[in-house]
C-alpha cells in the first residue's frame, strides 16, 4: 500500500456479520511480506469433502499462483482442502523464482494442514515483477495452523487488503428442503479492476453439498453478470482469481437448487459492487444500463465503453450531466449503432431521445441527479432486445494521487 | 473552452515560420458561436483545381459536418473550393437541426465565394448535442471573404482552437525535378483524441498538383502511420476529420513523387505529435515501440493497450518505473504474447527480459529516465517480425481539472 488512504465515501457503515461456515476455519498473520504493522496472511482450512470451482484471468501475463490454481481445480475432492493467500507482492512476472515460490508456499501448506498439496490454492496480489520473498510466507504457517477459528473471516478479508480502504464481505442464507445453508464470501479490489472472466481475489464458503461440474458451472455464469460487469479503470490484472468451497458440511445437497444458485449470484454481486465502492479515488458509483442493442453482447461493449471513458468519469466526477460525452462512446464502441434512434437518460431524466436534445430536457434536474452519490445512466439503441448493466465509479484527483507513487 | 489553461509544458517553443501556399488564402473572425474575445471561425479560399482529399473518424454518432464532408470528397476538381470551421460547437448529435446548420453555412459560403457547394467543406468543434447557432457562422461569411489572405494560416490554426493550450502547424518543402513545392498543415486537438480512422482537425495545404486519387490514397495510408497512431485519453471524437487540398498553382506534378508522399507522412506525423504533446494535462511525451509480435496489428494492439493505461499513465506523471504495469496490459491487450519471452526497456535500460526482471536491473537508472520529458517505453514480444510505434502522454491532475467542469 502506498499509502494509507482514507476510507472511500463509498464504503458501507461497516463490515456485514458474516455467518460461520461449518467446514471451514481462517487464520491471518503478519508475515512482513512487504507492509509493515499489519496482517498480511491469511490460512483458511477445508474440510475433507469440501468441491471447490473457480474462475481466474485470461491475463496472457498471468501470475504463477494463478496458473497454479487452474491446473488444480475440478481434481478430486475427497481430502481436505487449503487456501493460503499474501497481499504486499503479486508473484507476477517473476520467472522461475514466481514458479519456485509457488512450490515452497502450497508444499510447506500441505504438510502442516495434512492435506495433499494438489488441493492447496495460493493467491498472491501486490506489486508486479518482483519476487515474492517466499520464507517470509512459509515461516507464518506454523502459526496460522495453530491460529485456526472458524470466526475468522472478517480478520482474513483485511489481510488480503492492497489499495483497498475497506475490506470487503457478504452473506446469503438459502432454505432448501426447510433446512438452511449459508454462503459467505470475501474480496479485495481497488484498482486495476476490469476483470476478464474472473477479477481480483474474491473467497466464497458456503456449507451446503455440491457436485463441482455443478459448482463450477454456477460460478462461472454468474462470474458474467457479475465481476466480469465492473471496472474502476480498464485495467485488467494478472492475478484475478475466485475461488468458490462448498464444504457440505450442512449435509444439504444445493447441487440442483436454484435458490441457491440465486443466492450465489447475489453474494457475487455485493461483493463486485464493492469492490466499484472501493475504487481507486471514487466519490460516484455508476450503474450504467444499456437496452434496445442488437445484441446483449453488444449491449455490454457499449456499457463498457462508457463505464471506461476518462472523459464520462471525469465529467461525473464534476457533477457535469455531460451526455454529450455518452454519445461520443457509443459512437467509439464498434458495437451496432443508430445515432438517430439513441435515447439517453440520468437517473429519470430523458435527455437525449432519437438523436439529438430531448425537447423537454432541463440542464438543471440532470445536474441536480449528478449531485448524488449514485448515478444511472441510461441508454438505449433502438435496434434491438440486447440489454447489459455494468458498474463503475468516477475518475478523481484520488486516482491519481494513489496510483502516481503506488510503488514508492 | 472552459477555462484559460496555461500553455502546455510539452508546446513547441513558437509556432512555426509555415510557407505560403500558392491557390489558398485564409481569413478568421470573431463570430461569437460560444467564446467571447476569441477568433472561433476561419475561412480557407481555395484555387480553381485544387484536388481535395479527406480521411474522417469512423465512430458511429458522428456529426452532421463530417457526414456532408464524406459525400463530397472525391467529387469534380475543376472549380474552386472552400473550407469553413467553427470552434465552440461541434454540431454532433443535434439531429435534423445539425443538418440545417450545415446547408446553412455551406450555401452561404458557396454564394459568397462564388463556388459550387458540392465543393464547400465544414467542420465545427467543441461542445456535443447544443444546437448550432449558424446564423452567427453565416453573418460573418462577408466580413471573412474581404478579409481573405495568403498570409493568414496561423491566424487560422489559433482559431480553431478549443482546449488546446497553443496552435499547431507543420510544413516541408520537397524537391520535384529542380523545383520546389510546398506542404503547410494546421491541426487542433488536446482531449477526446483516440483517432480512428482519422482525427481531430487537420487541414494540409500544398501547391503541388496532384491526382485526386493519389492524393486520398496518399492520406489514407499515411494517416494509419500517425494520427491513428496517437492516444491522449482513448476516447474518440465525433468530429475527427482531416482535409488535404493540393492547389495545383506550382504546376509541378506530384503524383507519382515518393518524395512529396515521404514528406506529406512527415508534416502529419509533426501535426499527430503536437497533439499529444498539447494532450490535456500532459507533462510527458511517451513514445511505445513494440517489436518481435507475431503481426504489425498486434504490435499496434499492444502499444495502444501500453498507452491507454490509466496506471502506466499514472506512473508516468509520478515518474514511477513501474514496470509492472507494462506487463499487466500486455497481458490484457487481447494479442498474442508469451509471457517467458517477454522484453521490456525504459529508455536505453533493458528491465525485464526473457519472462522476468533483468538480472542486471538498476532501478536508479530506470527513475533517471522517468524524470525527463520524453519517455520510451520498448517493448519485445520475441514471438515474430511485428512492429508499431505509437505516441502518447502522461495522466496527471491537470486532466481531471480540464475535464471535470469542461462545459461550464
Known sequence: MGKITKVSPLAPLSFP??????????????AGVKYQGRTDVMLAELAPGTTIAGVFTRSKTRAAPVLDCQSKIGGASNAGAAILVNSGNANAFTGRNGVEAV??????????CGVPQSRVFTSSTGVIGEPLPH????????????????NGIAAAAKAIMTTDTFPKGASAKVEIDGKTVSIAGIAKGSGMIAPDMATMLVYIFTDAKV??????????????????????DSDTSTSDSLILAATGASGID?????S???????????LAHQVVRDGEGATKFVEID?????????????AMAIANSPLIKTAIAGEDPNWGRVVMAIGKSGAAADRDRLSIRFGDIQVAKDGWRDPGYSEESAAAHMKGENIKIGVDLGLGEGHATVWTCDLTHGYIEINADYRS
Do not use: W, Y
Open 17 to 30: 456479520d458474516l455467518p460461520v461456515i461449518d467446514g471451514v476455519a481462517f487464520a491471518t498473520a503478519a
Open 103 to 112: 512450490e515452497a508456499i502450497t508444499s510447506a501448506v500441505a504438510q502442516t
Open 260 to 270: 441457491f444458485s440465486d443466492a450465489l449470484q447475489g453474494v457475487m454481486l455485493d
Open 254 to 258: 444445493a447441487t440442483e437448487s436454484k
Open 290 to 302: 444499456v437496452t434496445g442493442a442488437a445484441t446483449d453482447a453488444d449491449a455490454k461493449i457499449h
Open 135 to 150: 520464507d517470509r510466507v512459509t515461516a507464518a504457517i506454523g502459526d496460522l495452523k495453530s491460529k485456526l477459528n472458524p
Open 211 to 232: 457436485e463441482q461440474t455443478a459448482l463450477q458451472a454456477m460460478v462461472s455464469d454468474h462470474t458474467d453478470k457479475t465481476f466480469n460487469c465492473i471496472t474502476v
